[in-house]
């Protein structure tokens, strides 16, 4: 029973251990899962570990019983030191709040007697207040008084600028009249405010000092015109300036214009005739410089001379004024528009300024006087000239200028009517010159010269054409219009000579009339060639050259057919077709007959061996070599061409005679043979004894022959 009380002891004891090591065991597994399953990156647990670190603690068993009430203790003792702190903080803000008691209770004070004391100075503070504004109204009207009298009023210095006549014109003088203008401009506001009259009053004010400086500067204009360098009219920029201001009054502006211009115009006759006759009222000549009428004898010189005088001053004259009205012509234009609105009865025409414009006619009016003494000496001249040619130089020379001037000046101005006039007056007595010349062209040119060559009187011509068309080609006339403004020259000069000749080769026998006509015709082809704006009379020319040519072929044609003999046989042929009873009358006429052929074979061959030399002797006269000999070949042709038909007409004829024997007769052999044997190789025996006679045989030449002769 012990035993068996014992067993049950030992196996309940073994069972609590056993109990008490699974406990054991839980726990230990639980806190190893709860420490397992802290994050570690919760900022606790980093916080905590982190101090542990900083405590640079050892790992002992002691250590780790009580780490616990270690850090419980350390905790308390922090927040002891923490409430101690507080205390004494809470200790301090109740000082703090016995000051700002203290501080509030004085303020109140303080603000309660401010009270009190503004109740006291509130009727004094009104009163600076008011003044203080009355004040700076005052300024306010001060600054616009001095404001108005600034813009409005011309101080008394610049008054006495403005309109002192003993005061220079300057830059000050333009400032105080720019000046002037912008309070009359201005005034314009004035006028639109309920109280008119101070508008009303500064506008005829300002009115009054703006005329009172024009006049001063119209005065000053004019006297620096009178001591201006007037040989070299180079403006300065004040006098420039005076007239672009001057033109907003466009009568003074216009006024200073014609002072100028007649000044000028004095002048540049004065020195016109300086030029001419080397003297001057102003005595100061240069005696290097030879008068232009030191060469009054040449009049082409005199005249060229004149001319290129005005040219040359015409041009100095606009270069002179072209910066005024070119260069600051936009300005000045400007200023018209403005002088018409302040003065719209002026007699300026246009709605607009034209810079160009009034330099030409500003220099047309310089040069009037010039124009009319130019015009008068070289009518002078020209009235006393009586070579044509030199006249004719004259009028090429003139138009030259005209045209050049031309594009200086307009065609309105009053030297283009000088020199136009005088171009035409020249052309007149050109003219006349040449009908002069005409008359007694006709009562000289009588005959043609013996050796049928040119007359003297067409050679002269045709030098003084061509000194004409020489002096017409250098003159700037148009291409398109050269032919026909030169034509009336031709027709006074050249034409009534040529028709003369015409009239002189009608009396003339046949071929010198030929000749004559193209010995003269030739030569005037040759002389008009190198010119274009002859071509209408060298087409008539060719015309004339061409007639004449062909009569000579005809005429050396005719002369190979009667010297050569063909002429008969040639006539006696060209009625007769080719037909076969056409063919056969041809052996029965006269020319054809034997005695006559063989005369004429022979004839023929005593004329081809000097037949191109013997023709050559008909044009012998004439001039040109080189158609002599195309006449003569030409008509060499011919003939060998009427030798050829009629060596066909003949080879004709002997085809048929043999034809028709051959079929009369048994063969054509033994009558040829019977021809031998009969001694006359001319003659075959015809049927019944009658002769057949070979035309060939008694005329053996061929064409070949001919040519091969005649070439």
């Known amino acids: 029973m012990t035993n068996h009380s014992s067993q049950e002891y030992s196996a309940d004891y073994e069972d609590k251990i056993e109990g008490v090591a699974g406990q054991r065991s839980n726990a230990l597994s639980n806190k190893l899962t709860g420490v397992l399953s802290v994050s570690y990156t919760d900022s606790e647990i980093r916080d905590a570990l982190r101090l542990l670190d900083l405590k640079d603690l050892q790992n002992t068993p002691d250590l780790r019983r009580g780490l616990r009430h270690d850090l419980q203790k350390e905790v308390i003792d922090c927040n002891s030191s923490i409430v101690q702190d507080f205390g004494q903080v809470a200790e301090q803000l109740k000082r703090i709040g016995d000051t700002i008691s203290s501080l509030n209770a004085c303020c109140e004070s303080m603000r309660r007697q401010v009270a009190a004391a503004r109740q006291d100075i509130a009727p004094v503070l009104d009163e600076a207040s008011a003044l203080l504004a009355q004040k700076e109204d005052l300024e306010k009207k001060n600054q616009l008084l001095n404001a108005f009298n600034k813009h409005f009023v011309l101080p008394e210095e610049e008054l006495m600028a403005l309109t002192s006549a003993p005061d220079a014109i300057d830059v000050h003088f333009f400032a105080v009249l720019a000046q002037t203008k912008q309070i009359h401009a201005d005034c314009q506001v004035l006028l639109g405010s309920e109280n008119q009259r101070l508008g009303l009053e500064l506008m005829d004010q300002s009115s009054r000092q703006l005329n009172s400086g024009y006049q001063k500067l119209f005065r000053w204009v004019q006297k620096e015109f009178k001591i201006l360098d007037l040989e070299n009219p180079q403006i300065n920029a004040v006098i420039r300036r005076s007239l672009r201001t001057l033109a907003e009054r466009p009568t003074l502006f216009e006024s200073c214009l014609n002072s100028f211009s007649q000044a000028r115009e004095h002048v540049l006759t004065d020195g016109f005739y300086s030029a001419l006759t080397g003297s001057s009222t102003d005595q100061d000549n240069d005696p290097t410089m030879k008068p232009i009428e030191f060469h009054a004898h040449d009049t082409l010189r005199y ?20 910066s005024l009205f070119i260069s600051e012509g936009h300005e000045m234009a400007q200023g018209i528009r403005a002088g018409r609105q302040s003065e719209p009865w002026s007699a300026m025409d246009g709605d607009t300024f034209d810079g160009r414009q009034a330099l030409d006619s500003l220099v047309n009016r310089n040069m009037a006087g010039v124009a009319r003494a130019l015009r008068q000496r070289v009518e002078q001249a020209i009235h006393g000239q009586d070579d044509s040619v030199t006249i004719y130089k004259i009028v090429n020379l003139i138009s030259f200028y005209r045209v050049t001037l031309k594009k200086l000046l307009g065609p309105d101005s009053f030297i283009m009517e000088s020199l136009s006039a005088l171009e035409d007056f020249a052309m007149r007595h050109f003219e006349a010159l040449q009908n002069d010349q005409t008359a007694t062209i006709h009562a000289d040119l009588t005959q043609a010269p013996s050796d049928l060559s040119i007359p003297d009187v067409l050679d002269e011509t045709l030098t ?6 020489k002096s017409y080609e250098s003159s700037l006339t148009p291409v398109d219009s050269r032919e026909v403004d030169f034509k009336p020259v031709l027709s006074q000069t050249l034409e009534p000579v040529l028709e003369a000749c015409d009239r002189i080769a009608e009396n003339l026998q046949t071929p010198a009339s030929s000749i004559f006509l193209l010995n003269c015709d030739i030569a005037a082809r040759f002389t008009l ?56 009358k041809i052996h029965d006429l006269a020319p054809f007959q034997p005695n006559a052929l063989t005369e004429a074979s022979r004839t023929l061959d005593e004329f081809l061996p000097t037949a191109l030399m013997d023709a050559s002797e008909n044009l012998k006269q004439l001039n040109n070599t080189g158609l002599a000999r195309d006449i003569t070949s030409e008509a060499a042709d011919r003939f060998c061409e009427d030798f050829e038909f009629v060596e066909a007409r003949l080879a004709a004829v002997d085809e048929l005679m043999a034809t028709d024997e051959d079929r009369g007769q048994p063969s ?41 002769l005649l070439s």
């Open 668 to 708: 054509r052999r033994d009558d040829e043979e019977e021809s031998e044997s009969g001694g006359n190789g001319a003659k075959l025996q015809r049927g019944e004894g009658k002769d057949l006679v070979l035309l060939r045989n008694l005329y053996p030449r061929t064409s070949e022959e001919i040519r091969v």
């Open 303 to 322: 005249t060229g001379d004149i001319l290129a005088w005005a040219h040359s001053a015409t041009v100095s004259e606009r270069e002179s004024l072209e």
């Open 464 to 469: 003084q054409v061509k000194a004409l068309m």
């Open 529 to 584: 060639q190198p010119f274009d704006f002859t071509q209408s009379l060298i087409g008539q020319i060719d015309k004339v050259v061409s007639s004449s040519t062909g009569d000579l072929i005809t005429y050396q044609h005719a002369y190979f057919l009667h010297v050569s003999g063909l002429h008969p046989l040639l006539i006696a042929l060209t009625p007769l077709t080719d037909s076969d009873e056409d063919l056969v």
